[in-house]
């Protein structure tokens, strides 16, 4: 397949490649691969989803890194000191960042409480409120979106500094990407608007009333700095030279845990990494609509996918490795 051949094939494309905006993909270092569709531009954003929890990964990496955050073993509540916990709720107190990390954290009632966190005041004190339970803690896989807000107020009362502006300085500069600028929905329909509007977006992180940028949705990124994202984990915390975020934990992120309940398609998860084979260690952010970062050490690629909002999509992994993967390895030869 020529590139030509493969821009055709998605911009005539009736199913689930119908909604790619965006692919960049590197192959032994170098940048093989790029291309858009529905007049989106190399350097226009797309709300990435749920790949967004792969970045705050990277963020908790980095606050490690620095001392600011102890151990990923800490009690969750030891950042919070003044949350005034439950009556009767004991479970939360022996709630980890490592449970969150790895979804494995227990909360009350099913789903994620969208309307009850996002309609709060202090989305992190409201998404621990539903921390916790009378089961305890079953190690269980318990995917979640909203209530991961935790993550980002322990960043912020770990480092004193809000989610935007430390990925901006630990993060996105050092990678050569342009400043993030908050962005915060000021009613409901406005929040909805965000999530499936189908128009580029410029360099923002969604947030909450306090700034803080949503960790399990909302960041808004090209393929083509998505791709430098995965350029950076596949060069084990270096990029351009320079080392932002360690090797042991890149490592220890994207170990393979396998899922109890066989509900996602056989694969396993790190920390807010997907892992798509354990064997050759190949990795993945995603995001709904099948916004991607692939990461395959064993062929050294990497491909970064962005895609508009389409509900009938849930990941693009199976169409990276029959489709894309096969054809940078072919063009990377010629």
């Known amino acids: 397949m020529t590139k030509d051949e493969l821009h055709r094939y998605i911009e005539e494309s009736k199913g689930s490649e119908s909604n790619i905006c965006q692919i960049c993909a590197y192959k032994d270092g170098k940048k093989v691969y790029s291309d858009t569709w529905h007049d989106y531009k190399k350097d226009d954003c797309v709300h990435i989803m749920s790949a967004t929890k792969s970045v705050m990964s990277l963020l908790v990496g980095i606050a490690l890194d620095n001392g600011q955050i102890g151990s990923i073993d800490d009690k969750v509540l030891d950042y919070f000191p003044d949350y005034k916990v439950k009556c009767g709720e004991k479970t939360i107190y022996d709630v980890t960042i490592k449970h969150l990390l790895t979804m494995r954290a227990p909360y009350k009632g099913k789903g994620d409480p969208w309307s009850k966190v996002c309609s709060s005041d202090n989305w992190t004190y409201t998404s621990l409120d539903f921390l916790g339970g009378k089961k305890g803690l079953t190690e269980e896989f318990n995917y979640k979106t909203v209530c991961l807000h935790i993550l980002s107020g322990i960043l912020y009362k770990a480092t004193n500094t809000k989610t935007v502006d430390y990925a901006n300085k630990y993060l996105f500069e050092p990678l050569g990407i342009k400043p993030y600028k908050i962005f915060i929905a000021r009613s409901a ?17 969604f947030c909450d009333t306090e700034d803080l940028g949503t960790p399990g949705y909302g960041l808004c990124m090209s393929a083509e700095d998505m791709a430098k994202i995965g350029m950076l984990c596949l060069n084990k915390g270096v990029y351009d030279g320079k080392l932002i975020v360690s090797s042991g934990w ?31 260690r190949i990795y993945a952010a995603l995001g709904n609509s099948g916004n991607v970062i692939y990461i395959n050490p064993d062929k050294n690629i990497v491909i970064a996918v962005t895609s508009y909002f389409k509900p009938t999509v849930m990941d693009r992994a199976d169409f990276i490795r029959e489709y894309i993967e096969p054809f940078v390895c072919d063009i990377s030869r010629r």
């Open 189 to 205: 329909e406005e929040h909805k608007q965000f999530t499936i509007e189908k128009t580029p977006k410029e360099n923002v992180w």
């Open 250 to 280: 890149i490592e220890e992120m994207s170990r393979p845990r396998a899922i109890e309940n066989q509900n996602w398609q056989g694969m396993e998860y790190g920390y807010l990494w997907w892992i798509l084979d354990r064997e050759k």
